[in-house]
């Protein structure tokens, strides 16, 4: 089947499911900013109790995870299936917590969360973030715009992180001459000022992969590149970065 027809079919039978109340597309496919080989994310917005066991007997081959099974908090769980011949993500997404986080975004407040393949972890505004930027396809969502004390806690936040990642890597990593663990606080700090720069902006952020070309942070590339395992490259480095950064 073609592409619209693809969504369509998928949205279809998503929307179908007990519980689910909304169906979105996101990512790169709603964004436009996709190639041919992207995947295909899809998000299902639940009130209540929902199921797992419904999305497996759609008879998709791939992984259903349970709720909570990506590593609890707000980016609570979903499947990697293979639709189609398409790769497919589809993520679980509690309305009830999405709602949370759209008031606390209000007031300026959000947690800090690790998640599987994201450097700096995400923040708990992200499931806001992804009601602003995603194509909804089926059911009615809020359409939240970037709270102004979002963008204020959220920069100083991000600051403070990327400031405390580089000052551990200096008083740390540098003496002992480890080029590696420099190198993943760097690209860390990296994404955690990126996330600080948009946020300043009041641009939302729904994952890592263009963040730092977004922030005009590439210039991490060239520092990260010239690590060598001496105090003197590495501490060098780590200056490098805080300029690149602006780390007061």
Not at 8 to 27: K, N, P, Q, Y
Not at 72 to 94: E, M, P, T
Not at 123 to 147: D, W
Not at 230 to 235: G, Q, R, S, V
Request: hydrophobic residues 45%; contains cysteine; negative net charge.
């Amino acid at each position: 089947m073609d592409d619209p027809t693809f969504v369509e079919h998928v949205a279809d039978r998503l929307a179908a499911l007990s519980a689910v109340r909304a169906v979105t597309l996101g990512g790169s496919r709603a964004q436009g900013t996709h190639t041919p080989d992207s995947d295909w994310d899809f998000a299902l917005y639940y009130r209540g109790a929902f199921n797992p066991d419904d999305l497996r007997a759609l008879g998709w081959d791939g992984e259903v995870s349970e709720i909570g099974g990506w590593g609890g908090g707000v980016f609570n769980g979903g499947a990697w299936l293979n639709i189609d011949g398409r790769k497919v993500d589809v993520h679980y997404r509690d309305l009830d917590v999405v709602e949370h986080e759209i008031a606390e975004a209000e007031q300026g407040r959000f947690r800090w969360e690790p998640l599987m393949f994201h450097l700096a972890g995400i923040p708990s505004y992200l499931v806001v973030a992804e009601l602003a930027i995603n194509q909804i396809l089926r059911g009615a969502l809020p359409r939240p715009t970037y709270p102004e004390p979002l963008r204020t806690a959220a920069t100083e936040a991000w600051r403070g992180r990327a400031a405390m990642t580089l000052q551990y890597a200096k008083g740390t990593y540098v003496p002992r001459g480890q080029a590696a663990e420099v190198a993943g606080a760097l690209a860390t700090a990296a994404m955690q000022t990126a996330h600080a720069i948009l946020a300043g902006r009041g641009e939302w952020v729904t994952n890592e992969k263009r963040l730092l070309c977004r922030a005009g942070l590439r210039g991490i590339d060239a520092i990260v590149a010239e690590l060598a395992p001496d105090e003197k490259t590495l501490a060098l480095a780590v200056s490098n970065a805080e300029i690149l950064f602006k780390v007061d």
